[in-house]
């Protein structure tokens, strides 16, 4: 089908989770499923960022309902108790992992040590989806509950190939640590797909990248991206397009009804409408031992366990 991403399908009913919904690509992505109807869970670590971010909402879209959930992606504590939030609201269709810091510079850490690069990236999405998965697998009707868990990649990580070989290692140039963590969070990505196939389980596990987004082509939203405020020069601007556009991918991914597990989506060049793109070799097939290894690391940094039993395994 030809997706257009200014037409969404209506999507009243539906309740839509976002990561880093306060500021750029994810508060697009909140925006833009509001505009078709469906309830959107901010989810940010300030509460008072996630206020602004939903008036900014009402403001383009009056009447539009909003939620928030508060954690910060950098403590794993406050990442447990997102997640448990979340598995606890009364429906969640997806959840769009687009939250994490930019810091791409310095030796920063996060609240548990870990380097903040791949802390906050790919451990910290790894620990938020197994808690969620966890306590909602406790629940009465977690077989039948649909979701979609939608990886926000880079396109990056398709032009410069990553040694994955040991996943604790951080690279010191803080681009190349950005680029390990989304091929981590790509590998886990297809595994977690693989794994859930295995378990029969209805939860799509889907990566997308956005494309360049800059600011510079972003249009103005109250309190999210003023006039007034200057910009980051970004050579990749006469190429680029908005953070409204770059938040198209992330969408698709999640209400696309054509959309299935182990998908990518993303646009064909640095701009443009999302379509579903062919997988990379180095993250959809990394080889069994890799897979295997970028997992356990994932779990032992994270503390929290992922695991499903074969399909009807404990069923009646």
């Given at each position: 089908m030809t997706w257009d991403p200014i037409h969404l399908p209506d999507l009243r009913g539906r309740v839509y989770a976002v990561t880093g919904a306060t500021g750029g690509i994810g508060y697009f992505a909140a925006e833009q499923?509001?505009?078709?109807?469906?309830?959107?869970?901010?989810?940010?670590?300030?509460?008072?960022?996630?206020?602004?971010?939903?008036?900014?909402?009402?403001?383009?879209?009056?009447?539009?309902?909003?939620?928030s959930v508060a954690f910060d992606l950098t403590s794993l504590a406050s990442?447990?108790?997102?997640?448990?939030?979340?598995?606890?609201?009364?429906?969640?269709?997806?959840?769009?992992?687009?939250?994490?810091?930019?810091?791409?510079?310095?030796?920063?850490?996060?609240?548990?040590?870990?380097?903040?690069?791949?802390?906050?990236?790919?451990?910290?999405?790894?620990?938020?989806?197994?808690?969620?998965?966890?306590?909602?697998?406790?629940?009465?009707?977690?077989?039948?509950?649909?979701?979609?868990?939608?990886?926000?990649?880079?396109?990056?990580?398709?032009?410069?190939?990553?040694?994955?070989?040991?996943?604790?290692?951080?690279?010191?140039?803080?681009?190349?640590?950005?680029?390990?963590?989304?091929?981590?969070?790509?590998?886990?990505?297809?595994?977690?797909?693989?794994?859930?196939?295995?378990a029969g389980l209805p939860v799509a596990s889907i990566l997308t990248h956005p494309g360049v987004g800059v600011d510079a082509k972003t249009p103005e939203r109250a309190g999210i991206r003023e006039g007034s405020i200057g910009y980051r020069r970004n050579p990749f601007t006469p190429w680029a397009q908005g953070k409204d556009a770059a938040a198209w991918s992330g969408v698709r991914a999640l209400v696309d009804p054509d959309a299935v597990g182990g998908d990518y989506y993303g646009p064909e060049k640095a701009a443009g409408r999302p379509v579903r793109l062919a997988p990379l070799p180095h993250t959809i097939d990394p080889g069994r031992e890799v897979s295997a290894r970028v997992w356990e690391a994932l779990e032992d940094l994270s503390g929290e366990s992922l695991a499903f039993a074969p399909e009807g395994a404990g069923r009646d």
């Open positions: 499923l509001a505009s078709a109807g469906a309830e959107v869970v901010l989810a940010s670590r300030s509460p008072e960022k996630i206020d602004v971010a939903a008036a900014a909402i009402r403001g383009q879209v009056p009447g539009a309902a909003t939620t990442v447990a108790e997102g997640a448990e939030q979340l598995a606890a609201l009364a429906r969640l269709d997806g959840i769009f992992l687009n939250g994490a810091p930019m810091q791409l510079s310095g030796a920063s850490t996060t609240k548990d040590g870990l380097p903040l690069i791949t802390g906050a990236h790919a451990v910290a999405n790894f620990g938020l989806v197994a808690r969620l998965l966890s306590v909602r697998a406790a629940g009465p009707s977690a077989v039948d509950d649909p979701l979609r868990i939608v990886h926000a990649s880079t396109g990056f990580v398709r032009r410069f190939r990553m040694d994955v070989s040991d996943p604790r290692a951080t690279p010191r140039a803080g681009i190349a640590a950005y680029v390990k963590a989304k091929t981590l969070t790509e590998i886990f990505g297809y595994e977690l797909d693989r794994r859930l196939r295995a």
